[in-house]
């Protein structure tokens, strides 16, 4: 066998092993999008489902000022108002509590019909001063009903979407927000949690194709 053969049959070998390693990452991640799309799915809010997933507190940074213009037909249809109602916009991203908060973990848009919040003075100074999430400034008597989350295309880079998720909010049965949540890639590349959260355990995992449950 000449060198060059041994070199070649070298060249073969490290392709096969760096094609597996890479095809087991791509699994590894699909599994952990997989993973935090159901959790999203039936967290009891997207702060919580993304808190447990980073192991971090999360605060809201504004994105644009929050602005007030007049609902559209389709947006009065799922906030229950009349068409032209008065609501407030709020876009802006979640960061770390504590550390870089140019680390964008998340992108949320909120369209809010403040006057069915029931906020008190120190909760509608929260809203305005922006940096709770407002699932956590409405605390536990929100209840959130997920309409979609969907899989992202593209590529896998920190600041690049993996998951589309939207949400009404509903307090005692009538919703007083609706929110569109994009998931970036960063809080799955920087890790995935060991356990997952009660609610999500609560329900049957359905098993992939081609892998064992």
Avoid: F
Avoid at 46 to 75: I, K, M, N, Q
Avoid at 184 to 193: D, G, I, M, Q, V
């Amino acid at each position: 066998m000449s060198l060059v053969d041994i070199d070649m049959r070298g060249n073969t070998e490290h392709a096969a092993v760096a094609a597996d390693v890479h095809e087991t990452a791509d699994e590894d991640l699909e599994d952990r999008a997989a993973r935090l799309k159901r959790m999203i799915n039936v967290a009891p809010s997207y702060t919580a489902a993304l808190s447990w997933w980073t192991g971090l507190t999360v605060r809201r940074t504004a994105r644009v000022p929050d602005t007030r213009r007049e609902a559209d037909e389709l947006e009065a249809t799922l906030l229950d108002v009349p068409p032209g109602t008065r609501v407030t916009v709020r876009d802006g991203h979640l960061v770390p509590a504590l550390g870089d908060s140019t680390v964008r973990l998340a992108a949320v848009t909120a369209l809010v019909y403040e006057s069915a919040l029931r906020l008190d003075l120190d909760g509608s100074a929260a809203l305005r001063e922006g940096s709770v999430p407002l699932g956590e400034l409405l605390g536990a008597a929100v209840h959130r009903a997920t309409q979609v989350t969907v899989r992202v295309a593209g590529p896998v880079h920190p600041d690049a979407p993996v998951l589309y998720s939207q949400a009404r909010l509903l307090l005692a049965g009538r919703p007083v927000a609706v929110v569109t949540e994009t998931t970036y890639w960063c809080p799955l590349l920087r890790r995935a949690p060991a356990t997952m959260p009660r609610y999500v355990q609560a329900d049957p995992w359905p098993t992939r194709p081609g892998r064992r449950s």
